[in-house]
């Protein structure tokens, strides 16, 4: 075990620690603030650490202790309620784990009751998400108020709402939702949907049905969290395949392109298996395009990581973020997946338009990528950068193995995981009482790699005191002024700010306290653009 994975264990177990001597001394806020930061360390930093039943048994107590003992109205209609942490897009859009809560609420939109958001991070600017969707309306939890206060509202919401099931899609760290079910007066049937099977997460007690997205998750539950009651209920897409003009890129008609779609960090690594990937295609096949679809393009960051990029510019085109996607996969002949790390979305959404997909397989932490969406004699998988090079190569050249490939995968789509065939997974696994799921590929070994995990996913050191600081001051606290000042003398002595600008701009914080920032948010977007220069730059 090396120095910085020691340090980060003690951090979690301080915390931890922290959290039970405050819950017995009856001080709950305190107890919630120290849990999730617990979770959050264990959750970014990954500690092999998969599940705290100690940490959810004090949430569960501190349910207990707000239990209203009221009598729900009892309904002859199924009601289901949905609670998220987050939900991003305000203008519709939406990503990652957001994007399948919509498909659901499409699938199970006429027994909806209300949507429930907690905000469970503190911050200088929440998005609100105010729309209703697929016409359930949608309520936000004040994310500024103390944890207590907001358990307290979601609790009253869930017993008038008296829904017969929960469907939790929330975050990892998230104590609010789960303290709120652990004090209901009711008993509705308590379905979680694993959208972070890859990391540590708070509420593994509380749950009637796990939901897993791919077997790999199912399987690491039952290996890592002790969970057998999963079930699997894919991700789908909506998207429909269309062609697209490549002069509309700058691109010869008779030119073949791949594309590939990601967050940039999925590509950042050290030894950049993914710009090595394509320098040697483009180096290899003059006629050949790539398209490279991201969040954000800063070229010198490419030029930095990908030495040859000046040299293939006209031909590596690098673009995004894009909302609308269908049209780049219109434009490409094939999709190479990001590397060392891919998502499922994205693969599902190319085999619904048709597209052949080069698969990356990670061996050494297989969270990060997925065999599952994939039938299991796909031909064109691979964990090496050769055998990546060899498939592609084969799809630049082939046009009729390229056309073949595409119509293999779109069947196989429409097939398990198209809106149809999804729906009645979803329906059928809501509707049975059998909570067990036959694990596809049981056989493959859920061995992984903690020391390259840490190294390819967990964030920098993690800031204890500058997070305590952060709890204290951006939503309402029983931390005192005495505790915010040696927060903030902790961060100084252990170099937690990242310039002494940054230090000076917060050495104000500890005295002017939530007040004070609830008084800056008060002058709207120019309080919250004040805050933003103060605390982020």
């Given at each position: 075990m090396d120095n910085k994975l020691k340090k980060e264990i003690n951090i979690y177990n301080s915390l931890k620690?922290?959290?039970?001597?405050?819950?017995?001394?009856?001080?709950?806020?305190?107890?919630?603030d120290y849990i999730h930061l617990a979770a959050k360390i264990a959750r970014q930093s990954y500690l092999g650490i998969w599940y705290d039943d100690e940490l959810e048994e004090l949430l569960?107590?501190?349910?207990?202790e707000l239990k209203e003992g009221s009598k729900p109205k009892k309904s002859h209609n199924k009601k289901v309620v949905f609670i998220l942490s987050f939900l991003s897009g305000k203008d519709g859009t939406c990503f990652?784990?957001?994007?399948?809560f919509k498909h659901w609420t499409k699938m199970l939109g006429s027994t909806s009751k209300n949507i429930y958001i907690t905000h469970c991070y503190t911050s200088y600017n929440s998005s609100l998400y105010t729309k209703n969707i697929e016409d359930i309306p949608v309520h936000n939890l004040s994310w500024y108020d103390s944890y207590l206060d907001r358990i307290k509202d979601l609790i009253n919401c869930l017993n008038n709402d008296a829904p017969d099931e929960i469907i939790l899609f929330i975050n990892p760290d998230d104590v609010i939702a789960i303290t709120a079910i652990s004090a209901l007066d009711i008993n509705p049937k308590i379905i979680f949907f694993n959208h972070a099977d890859h990391t540590f997460w708070l509420g593994r007690t509380i749950i009637d049905t796990l939901i897993e997205f791919r077997d790999e998750g199912a399987r690491w539950s039952k290996n890592y969290r002790n969970i057998d009651n999963s079930q699997i209920v894919p991700l789908t897409t909506e998207i429909k395949p269309q062609k697209a003009s490549k002069k509309e890129w700058g691109i010869i008609e008779d030119s073949v392109v791949s594309i590939s779609i990601g967050s940039m960090r999925k590509v950042l690594t050290d030894d950049l298996p993914y710009f090595k990937l394509i320098g040697e295609l483009l180096e290899k096949f003059p006629n050949y395009y790539h398209i490279f679809i991201t969040n954000e393009v800063d070229e010198d960051l490419i030029m930095f990581y990908f030495k040859n990029y000046d040299k293939f510019k006209d031909r590596f085109i690098i673009a995004g973020p894009i909302a609308d996607l269908s049209t780049i996969y219109g434009v490409g002949d094939f999709l190479i997946e990001t590397i060392p790390m891919n998502g499922d979305t994205v693969r599902i959404e190319a085999m619904a338009c048709k597209l052949p997909v080069v698969a990356y397989y990670n061996e050494k932490f297989p969270l990060v990528s997925s065999k599952y969406y994939l039938p299991s004699n796909y031909p064109f998988i691979g964990s090496k950068k050769d055998e990546l090079i060899n498939y592609c190569t084969e799809l630049i050249k082939d046009p009729e193995l390229r056309n073949k490939t595409g119509n293999l995968l779109y069947e196989y789509y429409l097939d398990k995981f198209s809106i149809e065939s999804v729906n009645k997974t979803l329906k059928k696994v809501l509707s049975s009482n059998d909570n067990t799921v036959s694990i596809e590929n049981s056989k493959t070994s859920c061995d992984y790699d903690l020391e390259y995990t840490r190294n390819l996913l967990g964030k920098d050191e993690f800031e204890l005191n500058k997070e305590l600081l952060f709890q204290s001051i951006f939503k309402r606290s029983k931390f005192s002024l005495k505790d915010n000042i040696h927060f903030y003398s902790m961060s100084l002595k252990k170099a937690e700010f990242k310039s002494i600008k940054n230090a000076v701009s917060h050495s104000f914080l500890p005295f002017i306290g939530f007040t004070g920032i609830s008084v800056g948010r008060k002058f709207g977007d120019r309080g919250i653009s004040l805050l933003r220069e103060l605390f982020v730059k």
């Open positions: 620690s922290n959290a039970l001597s405050s819950f017995e001394d009856k001080k709950y806020e305190k107890t919630l569960i107590k501190i349910g207990k990652g784990h957001c994007q399948a």
